[in-house]
């Protein structure tokens, strides 16, 4: 019997993280586990904002706790034949940003985002 579509998907995606795929999924939210990652797989024919969202933020407290990154890997199931792209969904805090210090939004170049940094140099020229 051929592997059903979402096992090979897996699959692809575990081989992605240089990882290794869990073979039933438990009930948990880990698909792959990787040394760095940990992913939730999805092979849809439609996934919502919400749903997604909540998919990161389950990720992400697993991963928080494993002391890992968190992703869903998410490909859209078009049907035999019609080829789409796997896309990498992750948490703008996973992907590396820190909270800036004065605001908390999110910056990667260093401890205030831009517009904070602007105004603290701004502020100390007058
Ligand atoms: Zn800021």
């Known amino acids: 019997m051929p592997d059903k579509p979402f096992k090979v998907f897996e699959r692809q995606c575990a081989e992605l993280l240089d990882g290794t795929r869990y073979p039933a999924n438990t009930g948990g939210p880990v698909d792959v586990e990787s040394g760095e990652w940990i992913a939730q797989c999805k092979l849809v024919h439609e996934l919502s904002l919400e749903r997604l969202t909540q998919l990161v933020e389950q990720i992400d407290a697993e991963a928080d706790q494993r002391g890992k990154r968190g992703c869903?890997?998410?490909?859209?199931?078009?049907?035999?034949?019609?080829?789409?792209?796997?896309?990498?969904?992750?948490?703008?805090?996973?992907?590396?940003?820190?909270?800036?210090?004065?605001?908390?939004?999110?910056?990667?170049?260093?401890?205030?985002?831009?517009?904070?940094?602007?105004?603290?140099?701004?502020?100390?020229?007058?």
């Open 72 to 126: 869903v890997l998410v490909k859209c199931r078009r049907g035999r034949g019609k080829e789409s792209p796997t896309l990498l969904v992750l948490s703008v805090a996973t992907w590396g940003a820190v909270p800036c210090d004065s605001c908390g939004g999110p910056t990667k170049r260093g401890r205030l985002c831009g517009r904070c940094a602007e105004r603290a140099y701004s502020g100390r020229k007058t």
